[in-house]
């Protein structure tokens, strides 16, 4: 979900698809947790006990609903983790549905459909120091990175914006990386004014420093046009555009031997738009 590279697009969204996919896989939710204010985090582990596909920080899964539509979501747990996927999800009832119905219908026991992983906004191996902003829920694929900054001692520094305590996720998990000046609230309480100070942070580039950004199309913009000085190839982005294809898969796609999905009637009051689900 996202791209990775500077000033380039390759961004998932919601897709029509009529299928499940056929070699993908079918894990079984163990955990929902409120992480905040409409954001539930979902535990997802495999069925027979067995390791899960590996993945890098960064990635994402493709959650395939019964209705052939398909949704990306980030993995916010630590890659070294074999048994597990985690992802986080921000109730949007402005949204396609998608989140909906994984707040209204997914719930611990259930089996769902998803792809394996894949990653188009990675670390890069290079950097000497890794810079993220995060925005709402886009700190999803940045926690992940940071699990595995924190596992093999890279630096980094990270600055999570949200308009209040209420609406930050992960704070129990983060508590440590807070005290350690690892990474740093920034609450505006809804107010423009209050914005972070992106152009104070960025207006030097320290060498060997890449930035990392996911979050509103708002911060996004703000930051892309903050950083025009850094030198090519060190600001990476995650968007989230549902206009755009999604990222072209080597996953094979054919009918699934099972009809597992998620979902059920949803109706978004934005839209009127109905999704259909078992």
Not at 62 to 85: I, T
Not at 187 to 193: A, Q, R, S, T
């Amino acid at each position: 979900m996202g791209f990775f590279g500077r000033k380039t697009s390759d961004t998932p969204t919601d897709t029509a698809t009529d299928k499940h996919p056929k070699h993908g896989l079918c894990p079984l939710v163990r955990q929902v947790t409120y992480q905040a204010n409409s954001i539930n985090s979902y535990e997802l582990v495999s069925t027979n006990g067995c390791k899960l596909p590996p993945f890098t920080p960064g990635a994402h899964i493709d959650f395939h609903f019964s209705d052939g539509r398909v949704r990306q979501y980030s993995l916010s747990n630590d890659p070294s983790e074999k048994d597990r996927y985690v992802i986080a999800v921000l109730r949007d009832l402005e949204g396609s549905g998608g989140s909906v119905a994984l707040f209204e219908g997914v719930h611990a026991g259930r089996t769902v459909s998803i792809g394996k992983p894949r990653n188009n906004f990675s670390l890069d191996d290079t950097a000497s120091r890794h810079l993220f902003i995060a925005g709402g829920i886009g700190i999803a694929p940045i926690k992940s990175m940071m699990h595995h900054l924190q596992a093999t001692n890279g630096e980094f520094l990270t600055y999570y914006c949200t308009k209040s305590y209420d609406d930050t996720a992960f704070r129990d998990e983060f508590a440590t990386l807070v005290e350690e000046g690892k990474l740093i609230y920034h609450h505006d309480g809804g107010d423009p004014i209050k914005n972070l100070d992106i152009e104070e942070i960025l207006k030097e580039q320290e060498p060997g420093t890449h930035l990392y950004c996911c979050g509103p199309p708002g911060l996004m913009k703000a930051v892309e046009k903050t950083s025009s000085h850094w030198p090519e190839g060190t600001v990476h982005f995650e968007h989230f555009d549902q206009t755009l294809e999604p990222a072209p898969t080597d996953e094979k796609i054919g009918v699934s031997e099972y009809d597992i999905g998620v979902g059920f009637q949803v109706k978004t009051a934005s839209s009127d738009n109905v999704y259909e689900a078992p």
